[in-house]
């Protein structure tokens, strides 16, 4: 069997070459490269892909959604943000970008999501808002947290990053706090040929704050009633992505369909991150656990399999945020998940053939490791 690659995006390419070439040939004759009518046109379809009343702002990354996003609701220095440590570092480093400081919460080992039960010992009368992070594809309980949160003025600002066509409850995860980010990084499950995010709120009044802050806080009129930054999606990407996004459920279906592949061919005693209740997961990655993790991988590795970590080191406990106060223990359900965790191959081109090699490989190494 030739090589397994984690994640293959030329392979996505080849199958809409010329209606992508086409959209892109469509912004280059426009001459129109900046927040024109395919970021206008992508904010629509995209509010209306997740299918819940409310409003799109196209921005430069995810890690910017997040920022323009805390930024609309006015969080800044002293403010705390409670979120998890078991996240890409951009989570945390948005919250330092608008001043404030992150508050973790430690995870529910079956879920590898934030456990909403410890939330509430960690809500002091600084705290502004919570992120809550849809990772893996798998989403967190927002109406309970909210519940969790009682009637305190806190937003909830869902990182939808790694959730794209991920549901709870019937309803697409983004939809169901007060503000929420994505991100279109080309390995995401709607991924750009370049960076991208996206903030969307239920909120009229927030949503027109984010248009004016992802464009130096101009108010239409280059006049400022407001700080602001720059950070906007552009045209190319905004048309690259409408070209893709018509494929994002059936994309997320072959995700759905090759998590059924490795959940089929596994042997029972993998662990492996659990879906949530009443989540609709979108298998942005499909992880397991084993406590010969490091082992297996080089196997895998030299058997041709590619394979990542979702992440190796937690946050907390990096040099970078080390100032933050925190040590080794303090978040013993995200500390040891980081030893245990493994991404396998899993991206829609991918065949169900070889996910099941790849499944069949893990039993064969496992079995002789034990
Ligand atoms: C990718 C990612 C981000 C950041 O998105 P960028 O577009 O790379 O800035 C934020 N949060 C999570 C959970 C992510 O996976």
Redesign the pocket.
Known sequence: MSKVRLFDCVAQYSGMRREMQAAIRRVLNSGNLILGDEVRSFEEEFAEYLGAKGQCVGVA????A?IVCMMALGISRGDEVITVAN??V??VS?VRSVGATPVFCDVDERTCLMDLDMVKGLVTPRTRAVIP?H?FGNVVDVKGLRSVLGGRRISIIE?C??AHGAEIGGRKAGTLGDAS?F???PT?NLGAYG???MCWSPDRDLAREMRKIRMYGFDGRHYCEREGINSRLDEIQAAVLRVKLKRLDEWVERRRRLAAVYGGVLLPEIGRAEPGPRVRHAYHLYVIKTGIRDKLRERLDAAGIGTAIHYPFPIHLMKGYEFLGYAKGMLPKTERLAGLILSLPMYPELEDGRAEYVGGKINEMLGDAG
């Open positions: 990354s995810g890690t910017d997040l996240t890409a951009p989570t948005a992070v990772l990182d990053a790694q980010a991100s279109f990084y995401k960076d991208g995010g």
